[in-house]
């Protein structure tokens, strides 16, 4: 039951004494609550000195209170070092071999999905591209592609460059009416909203702590659903892979009925406890709420945004965003850098600058936002200027990607 205000959650984040903080999609922030988890688990080590069975818990508990937030059973979640781990682990289960051999991406994922696809190459996958047109990426796109050769078709929620959002639903009726896997990879989205995974559909989804679980780096989340478990074998394995673990077995590979399976080493006890102190604090206002109020938000950013003559690169329909917002820059850096210099924290890839929103956030931090927008507007597009508006940016090719060259900051 929500027991926590937007005012009271927010109170529980200290930066909000220094700083407008608009940051989530790089890196969430620090809850005093969290803060409070990773101590118990220092504390735990200086009392305990190895208490293994309690930190194997510990993870347990995380992969229950995670599977609960996405509305999925508990034997349906892995609980991984990264969302990358998790995509290889299934990537490694798949065989490119037989009828189907293809893997359909979009344009808008997240480099490390596309890359651990284009490594499938070597073991016989043929990748193809479902092309955007400007900052869309329709499911209109995947029609010609996905058919009776397709094996998997990863694709991500929203996207971490313009903060469109792909019809997940759609797709995935789509790829299963043509008898294709979807792979979500849910990291820009996840712990926004609520989320009921069986209702989406997908057969396997990824999404780590960092961002809008607002947890620490070195803790992420594979879903398997229930039904394909048991169908698949990663080569990517491990002992903390096995039945049991603890049977200490070199000769011989057994595989758990549930989606353990896909786990391989030693768990990320300090980052499970980070996650289960930021999970526990998601409850306490409720996905629901957060939901409400990064749409809430999210629109009165984007509409401020427009308004201003500024080219926002987000899609205008809610339905077709997440809680990240585009707006485009003359030169990304430099603006992150003068915002930053306003109190403000954000971030940008290429000369996009990525505005995020959580329940943590409030209309002042928006209004805060658009006047920094306004005062540093030499920095910005204007939507007056034809040549380079960016809706009419095609991404015409993958390319596109590596000319968005990522700033050093996370994405
Ligand atoms: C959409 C998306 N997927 C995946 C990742 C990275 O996943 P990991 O580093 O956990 O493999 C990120 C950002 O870090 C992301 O934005």
């Known amino acids: 039951m929500p027991t926590l205000s937007p005012d009271q959650f927010r109170s529980r984040f200290p930066i909000f004494e220094r700083r407008i903080y608009v940051n989530s999609c790089s890196q969430g922030a620090l809850s005093t609550d969290v803060e409070g988890a990773v101590r118990e688990w220092?504390?735990?080590w200086h009392e305990g000195g190895s208490p293994w069975e309690l930190w194997v818990e510990k993870v347990e508990a995380l992969r229950t209170a995670f599977a609960a937030s996405i509305g999925a059973e508990r034997d349906e979640i892995a609980v991984m070092p990264s969302a990358s781990a998790g995509i290889n682990a299934i990537a490694s289960a798949l065989d490119f071999n037989g009828a189907r051999s293809n893997v359909v991406m979009g344009e808008f994922e997240f480099p490390t999905l596309a890359q651990i696809w284009l490594a499938q190459q070597r073991r016989g996958a043929i990748v193809r591209w479902a092309r955007a047109i400007g900052e869309r990426l329709e499911v209109g796109a995947y029609e010609r592609l996905v058919d009776e050769h397709t094996l998997v078709v990863p694709a991500t929620h929203v996207c971490f460059r313009n903060g469109h959002r792909t019809d997940i639903a759609a797709l995935t009726d789509l790829c299963h009416?043509?008898?294709?896997?979807v792979l979500l990879d849910d990291y820009q989205r996840t712990g926004s909203g609520p989320m009921d995974v069986h209702a989406l559909g997908v057969d396997f989804m990824v999404t780590g702590c960092l961002k809008y679980l607002l947890a620490a780096a070195g803790v992420a989340f594979l879903y398997v659903r229930h039904d394909l478990i048991e169908r698949l074998e990663p080569t990517i394995t491990g002992w903390f892979g096995r039945v049991n673990p603890f049977a200490f077995r070199i000769d011989q590979v057994d595989w758990p009925d549930t989606a353990r399976r896909f786990e391989s080493g030693t768990p990320p006890v300090p980052s499970a406890y980070a996650a289960?102190?930021?999970?526990?604090?998601?409850?306490?206002?409720?996905?629901?709420?957060?939901?409400?109020q990064v749409?809430?938000?999210v629109a009165r950013y984007r509409t401020a945004a427009e308004a201003g003559g500024f080219v926002v690169r987000t899609p205008a329909e809610p339905e077709r965003r997440g809680p990240l917002v585009v707006v485009q820059s003359l030169d990304g850096p430099a603006l992150v850098s003068r915002l930053g210099a306003r109190g403000i924290v954000a971030s940008c890839r290429g000369n996009g600058l990525r505005v995020s929103f959580h329940a943590y956030n409030n209309e002042a931090d928006v209004d805060g936002v658009v006047a920094a927008l306004e005062a540093e507007s030499a920095l910005l597009e204007r939507a007056s200027a034809p040549a380079v508006s960016a809706p009419a940016r095609a991404y015409g090719d993958v390319g596109q990607a590596a000319a968005d060259v990522a700033a050093p900051n996370r994405s």
């Open 276 to 292: 289960l102190g930021a999970l526990a604090l998601l409850e306490r206002i409720g996905y629901e709420a957060v939901g409400r």
């Open 177 to 181: 009416a043509r008898g294709a896997y």
């Open 295 to 297: 749409e809430r938000l």
């Open 42 to 44: 220092t504390e735990s």
